[in-house]
Structures are given as C-alpha cells and as structure tokens.
C-alpha cells in the first residue's frame, strides 16, 4: 500500500513538473523572434502621470502593434540604477532604455560594460556609440504657450518657475519668452529657479511673489514644485501652464494649458525603427512639433482672444517646418 501512495506521488510530481515545463516552452515559444525591450524607469516610478506612465503607454503600443516584448525596472525593487539596467542586459533585451537624464551617468557605466548592447537615453545627450539619445524641441511648444499667455494675459505680466537653472529647463524659458514677445513685445516675464523639482510648497510661494508682484499667467517647468505653483494660481484665481504631461488635472481653475513632451511617441517611433531592423547607432534624435514629440495641450479654463487659434496654427505650422 505504501508503494502504490508513493507511486501515485511521484506520478503527480512528474505531472506538475510537466505542466510547468510546458508552460514555460509556451512562454518562450511566445517571445520567439520577437525584439525584446528593456526599460528603467526614473526615481518618480510608474503612477507619476508624467514621464514613466507616458513612456509606459509607448511601449503597450508597441507590444500591440509592433509584436515586441518588453519588461521594466523600478528604483524602488533595484535600489539603484546600474543594477536595475545590468538586470535588463542579463535578460538579453535587444533595446534597453533609461526614461530621464538621471539615468545617465549609471546608463554610460552599464554601457561601458556591454559595447555591442542597444542603448537608449531619454532627456539628456551621450556620447557613446552605443547609447542613441532622444530629446525633444520643447522651446517650439513653449513658443506657443507664450504667445497664448501674452495674448491672454490681462496685466501683460507673466512668470515663469524653472526647476533648475540647466539648458533642459532653459529651453523651456527661451521658447516661452520668444513666443510671448512675438505676440506682445511689451510683456513683463518675472523668470525664477526652484533648485528643486520636489518642493511644492516652495513652489506656491514662488507663485505667490509673483502673483503679488503682478503676473497672471504662471509657466510652471519645475516637477512636483511645478504642481505647487499651480495649485497656488489657482487658489489665488490666476492661471497656470503645466509641463511635460497635461496637468490640467493638478488644478482644475487654473491651468489653460501645458506644454508637452510625448514620450510614448517618441519611443513608440524609435522602437518601430528597431522593429523595421534598424540598428540604432547612438545618434541624437531631437523631434518636435512636425513628429509630434512636442506639443500643446487643449485650451481651457480662460477666456482666450478670438483669434488665438489662428495665431497658433500659423506659428504652429512656421515652427513644424523648421529643422
């Protein structure tokens, strides 16, 4: 009798180790031949409605439509960068991508140690042959929210809140002011650096100097300090320009637009080029409003000129036609 239980047990066990195996074959069976794609998320992690979820909604697309595979790592579960990027490598993914200059210096290390391995930057600019960077014309979206902040200003004085005092966040401003000086030469720009995207008190109480001090419209480049200064527009009945994502949702009375970065785009793109066999040679690939990697979004909230729209549509298309 005992013999007849263990036969039945080993049986069983050699029934599940079976089941397992072949549920593993039709795992592997079902990534076969496709391109694989790692990615590294920034600190911020998925649920950030901003950079990671944008770059998350790229790469569903293109799992969807492409017929790739891909996997993410989160700071939270690695501790840090490099291992969370040398973990992608070992999966034998044929595109690793780091979402934010932050990732950068642990990218280029990683990337010292596998020369024949597909690297991708976002937000920043390698040198390394095998790291292609992508970055985005924000200073053409930006142009277009200047000119709907001067033309929709009814004090002709505006402000814009800088993250840090950096040329990523600088492009934001130099856009922003060329475009509103090209709609009103005679507009005030109150321009101050945060030293932080982290702080949103901080933020509100920039805001409020400014706003005290006679803007009405608020360009909020600055992160989670960013959000601050606009929830404080809106609790003053000013209004407020987001960045990167839509960020109408932070402050619903306020904000009347955004200038965007679509990141799930220009992954989407740079992951159909991979998919089309292209091997990515560690180029700097900047895009903006004729890609769509760049954009504003919808008008809301204020009550904009008549003929806004059609300022914005002929400078739209000026801006999308140059290099």
């Not at 929709?152 to 005092?165: A, K, L, S, W, Y």
């Not at 970065?261 to 180029?283: C, F, H, P, W």
Request: charged residues 25%; aromatic residues 8%; hydrophobic residues 40%.
């Amino acid at each position: 009798m005992k013999n007849k239980h263990l036969y039945i047990m080993v049986i069983m066990l050699m029934s599940v180790l079976s089941l397992a195996a072949c549920g593993q074959e039709q795992e592997i069976n079902a990534t076969e031949g496709k391109k694989k794609v790692g990615v590294m998320m920034s600190d911020s992690g998925l649920g950030d409605q901003s950079f990671n979820d944008l770059a998350f909604e790229g790469l569903v697309r293109a799992r969807d439509n492409l017929d790739v595979v891909f996997d993410y790592r989160e700071i939270a579960e690695t501790e840090t960068y490099e291992q969370g990027i040398r973990e992608l490598v070992e999966q034998d993914n044929d595109l690793v991508i780091g979402i934010g200059y932050q990732l950068q210096e642990a990218l280029e290390t990683v990337a010292g140690d596998y020369p024949d391995q597909q690297f991708l930057i976002i937000d920043s600019v390698s040198e390394m042959e095998n790291i292609t960077s992508v970055n985005f014309k924000v200073g053409q979206a930006s142009h277009l929210a200047g000119m709907t902040a001067a033309m929709t200003t009814e004090t002709d004085h505006i402000g814009f809140i800088g993250g840090q005092d950096v040329e990523i966040i600088n492009n934001f401003y130099n856009g922003f002011e060329e475009g509103a000086k090209a709609a009103n030469p005679d507009i005030v720009i109150d321009r101050e650096y945060a030293g932080t995207y982290e702080d949103d008190q901080l933020g509100a109480d920039m805001a409020d100097d400014m706003i005290q001090n006679g803007a009405d419209i608020i360009f909020a480049a600055a992160g989670f300090t960013g959000v601050g200064a606009l929830q404080e527009a809106q609790a003053q009945g000013v209004y407020g320009i987001g960045v990167d994502t839509d960020q109408y949702f932070q402050a619903e009375d306020a904000v009347i637009t955004s200038v965007m970065k679509n990141v799930d785009n220009a992954i989407y793109q740079v992951i159909e080029r991979m998919a089309d066999g292209e091997t990515l040679s560690g180029e700097n690939l900047e895009y903006g409003l004729a890609e769509e990697w760049v954009g504003l979004a919808p008008l809301r909230v204020a009550d904009f000129p008549d003929n806004l729209n059609e300022q914005l549509d002929a400078a739209r298309d000026e801006l999308a036609g140059e290099s």
